[in-house]
């Protein structure tokens, strides 16, 4: 089966520090890659996407690096803060009509 | 546009009884995902469906089932409820020609 795996279930930064959650993929077919982020109590929300013709793609404050050699995808959240504290995922995906694949998520705690 | 909704927010239910969860997407989008999570199991995929057709399936008991209307809202339905069904169910929307997946708020089911 597919296997998409986060490799450290917890994260403790200090506010305005970067911070960095990476996630492995299994499936080299995988040609979509989506990070999301889930407060306590709410559904997960969408951050940010890249596919897999793109080794890097940035949004505010927030920049996602694919390195398909190794099957490893990261998140990069800059000067973080305590609005950041939450559980963050990764999900792969092959093809349109295909299923996601999540990660176990990685839960980020900010210190003020 | 307004994102996805879930009804109900909250559930109470005691074993063996019945439950049906609603989930409209997002204007536009015909693909609606279901998602049960848990803290010892993540995310995982119950079914999509697409155009009034199930799609994909993950590997879930036949009590789970769904269905898909007309206006692309689905309903998802769980009979003899078990302890072990307590967990966050989340629906996800996409338009079917693109991979971008959003989630909805979710449903806390507790099963008592």
């Known amino acids: 089966g597919e296997s998409v795996g986060l490799h450290l279930p917890t994260l403790s930064v200090q506010e305005g520090d970067n911070s960095i959650i990476n996630c492995a993929y299994s499936n080299s077919a995988s040609d979509y890659f989506i990070w999301y982020k889930q407060e306590s109590g709410k559904g997960p929300q969408f951050i940010i996407d890249i596919r897999s013709n793109m080794d890097k793609r940035q949004g505010q404050r927030v920049t996602v690096l694919l390195n398909k050699t190794v099957k490893h995808l990261s998140l990069q959240i800059a000067a973080t803060q305590p609005g950041d504290s939450a559980v963050y995922f990764c999900?792969?995906?092959?093809?349109?009509?295909?299923?996601?694949?999540f990660g176990t998520g990685t839960s980020l705690t900010v210190i003020p | 546009k307004a994102g996805v909704t879930q009804t109900p927010r909250y559930l109470i239910k005691t074993r063996g009884q019945q439950v049906t969860l609603s989930c409209s997407p997002i204007s536009g989008h015909r693909s609606v995902s279901w998602y049960q999570q848990t803290p010892g199991q993540g995310l995982q995929f119950l079914f999509e469906y697409f155009s009034e057709t199930q799609r994909n399936k993950g590997n879930f008991p036949g009590r789970f089932s769904g269905r898909q209307f007309s206006n692309s809202r689905s309903e998802m339905n769980v009979s003899t409820l078990e302890l072990g069904d307590s967990a966050l169910y989340l629906c996800?929307?996409?338009?079917?020609?693109?991979?971008?997946?959003?989630f909805g708020p979710g449903t806390r089911l507790l099963v008592l």
């Open positions: 996800a929307s996409r338009r079917g020609d693109q991979q971008t997946q959003y």
């Open positions: 999900a792969e995906n092959v093809l349109t009509g295909n299923q996601f694949y």
